[in-house]
């Protein structure tokens, strides 16, 4: 049962211009979403986080926006840029008291110089 | 900037073997965690560990997997008889205060 979706396995988008990668998630209780990015042959690496108090979080080129309603986040990269390419997981947990997370499938963002 | 360390970086070994998967977590961190990905596949959560003993664990999580914390510094993932399926890349993950988790670089592991 795949509870955090990423429907795009992969993106490409000319550098400079925005990056917009989605997932849904089908978990209501769900209430913390995070995104991650992996190198090759690298851990996935913490990028950016919201709560589900918010629709919004901005952290210089990257920005995550939540709808609750529709179970959909995104995270938005502009400008984005070469070494932004990498894999992207979106990843939801709850508050059910379990500490894991569940991660999508993930999508590979190519930035085209 | 703190970091998890997992070792080896890689690991081979023949099917029925035993295996372990070594992570050195961030010391003040209290919540520990082993995932893995399957080559091309979604990252999988495999056990959670808090306490000294486990907290949650996966359908993946079998009688053949046990996990360790034996001196307070490190966190072993132990694999008792490997099979082929069990090839893949192991991560272990910490967690202090706040909800973001700090991975390791990972194990691959290569069951022939």
């Known amino acids: 049962d795949q509870q955090v979706k990423q429907n795009s396995p992969s993106l490409s988008v000319q550098e400079g211009r925005i990056s917009i990668l989605n997932c849904d998630y089908t978990?209501?209780?769900?209430?913390?979403f995070l995104w991650y990015k992996k190198y090759p042959a690298e851990g996935p690496t913490f990028l950016i986080s919201?709560?589900?108090?918010?629709d919004k979080n901005e952290d210089g080129r990257f920005t995550v926006f939540l709808n609750k309603s529709a179970k959909h986040l995104s995270l938005h990269i502009v400008p984005s840029q070469p070494g932004d390419s990498a894999v992207y997981f979106c990843?939801?947990?709850?508050?059910?008291?379990?500490?894991?997370?569940?991660f999508g499938t993930g999508t590979r963002l190519t930035v085209i110089p | 900037e703190p970091e998890v360390t997992q070792t080896p970086s890689h690991q081979v070994t023949q099917m029925g073997q035993e295996v372990i998967l070594r992570c050195v977590p961030i010391?003040?961190?209290?919540?520990f965690y082993w995932y893995r990905q399957i080559l091309g596949q979604k990252v999988e959560f495999l056990v959670s560990?808090?306490?000294?003993?486990?907290?949650?664990k996966s359908e993946i999580f079998d009688d053949q997997f046990s996990v360790e914390r034996p001196d307070g510094s490190n966190f072993t993932l132990k694999i008792r008889s490997t099979k082929l399926e069990d090839s893949a890349m192991y991560f272990c993950?910490?967690?202090?205060?706040?909800?973001?988790?700090?991975f390791g670089s990972g194990t691959r592991l290569t069951v022939v």
């Open positions: 919201i709560s589900s108090i918010k």
């Open positions: 010391s003040n961190h209290l919540y």
């Open positions: 993950a910490s967690e202090g205060q706040g909800r973001g988790y700090t």
């Open positions: 990843a939801a947990t709850g508050l059910t008291g379990a500490n894991n997370l569940f």
């Open positions: 978990n209501s209780m769900f209430d913390y």
């Open positions: 560990f808090y306490n000294n003993e486990i907290s949650e």
